[in-house]
């Protein structure tokens, strides 16, 4: 038998289309930035693996890929946010990678056991001056202070990104600190909680609210715009690196893992290590005004560049992820929704 005749023979007997032998690798992603051409065309170019990409919301990635099962294409899932990354988790979706260059490109608090982070965003003070003075707000803790009451705004207490941060404060300060802090800041609200993070900042400049919390990349793609509104709010806020003094500035993440049922798990591999290499970091972080994870890589980003160093909460991003259950419990508790 040639092998032509073997190959026509296998894929006969196996229902193999001859298309699932040419390398291909099918990426669920809830990311998608200018920089993205670039990330997926240059993996392609160095290993000749064509990417199928799959773009849509979180929670609606996470459901396609829950309803299609064991016949589910996705090889490799991207998120943003360590309670996403945690619920995949959870739900059984992601299967282990033991990669040797990820355990050293990676720094082990931002790895999980089954998913690895790739970029990080930090959850930031930001504060209008002329309502309330900068030793009010350096830390997360003092947003609940009586003090600040009728000044702090917030997006919703059942977002991720609050989630993520409430595990956080349960981790370094413990359940029953973290609820009374809940019940304090909801009691110090200008408003009750709408809208995004962008929102909060632009109602800080506004004059709304002396203060409120939102990611780093939010402020940074306000500092980076062009726009005189967005430079006018850039201008009336200033930004504080939270909990310097004590566990560090709470730190999530965008990242991905390879799915248990992923149909062309050698290239979900080679992808996963790619976006650790120092050019895959660079776009990745950049696409989003983030943060490689790779020490070694450097930031190119104007408004990064002038936010400066800071220190980050180390606290391991899986045991985070696994916390924001409880912190969603007490959120709810203390009415902070
Ligand atoms: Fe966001």
């Known amino acids: 038998m040639t092998n032509k005749i073997l190959l026509a023979a296998l894929v006969s007997a196996f229902g193999l289309s001859t298309a699932a032998t040419a390398a291909e690798l099918n ?63 959870d739900l059984g979706l992601f299967a282990p990678v033991k990669s040797a260059e990820l355990e050293a490109r990676i720094p082990a608090h931002l790895r999980a056991a089954n998913w690895f982070s790739y970029s990080t965003r930090a959850r930031v003070i930001i504060y209008n001056p002329e309502m309330v003075k900068a030793e009010q707000v350096q830390t997360y803790e003092q947003l609940a202070d009586p003090a600040l009451k009728g000044k702090v705004c917030s997006r919703s207490g059942s977002h991720p990104y609050n989630l993520s941060l409430g595990a956080a404060m349960i981790k370094h300060n413990g359940a029953e600190a973290t609820e009374k802090w809940a019940s304090s800041i909801v009691a110090n609200f200008a408003r009750a909680p709408k809208g995004g993070d962008t929102d909060q900042i632009r109602a800080v400049a506004a004059g709304e609210c002396g203060v409120a919390i939102a990611n780093s990349y939010y402020l940074a793609r306000l500092m980076n715009s062009e726009k005189r509104e967005d430079q006018e709010a850039v201008a009336r806020v200033k930004a504080v690196w939270p909990n310097q003094a004590s566990w560090g500035t709470h730190i999530n993440v965008s990242g991905a893992g390879m799915l248990k049922n992923a149909p062309n798990k050698d290239a979900a591999v080679k992808f996963l290590e790619y976006l650790a290499s120092d050019e895959a970091q660079a776009y990745f972080a950049n696409g989003n005004n983030e943060w490689p994870v790779v020490p070694s890589v450097k930031v190119d980003n104007a408004a990064l560049n002038k936010l400066g160093e800071f220190k980050a909460d180390t606290l391991p991003i899986g045991e985070l992820a696994a916390t924001v259950a409880e912190a969603q419990r007490i959120f709810d508790r203390a009415g902070f929704r």
């Open 27 to 89: 990426v669920y992603s809830a990311r998608h930035y200018q920089t993205d051409e670039q990330l997926y065309g240059n993996f392609t170019k160095q290993t000749g693996i064509k990417i199928n990409r799959i773009e849509a919301k979180e929670d609606e990635l996470l459901e396609r890929i829950r309803n299609e099962g064991a016949n589910s294409p996705a090889d490799v899932f991207i998120t943003v946010d360590a309670s996403r990354l945690g619920k995949a988790d």
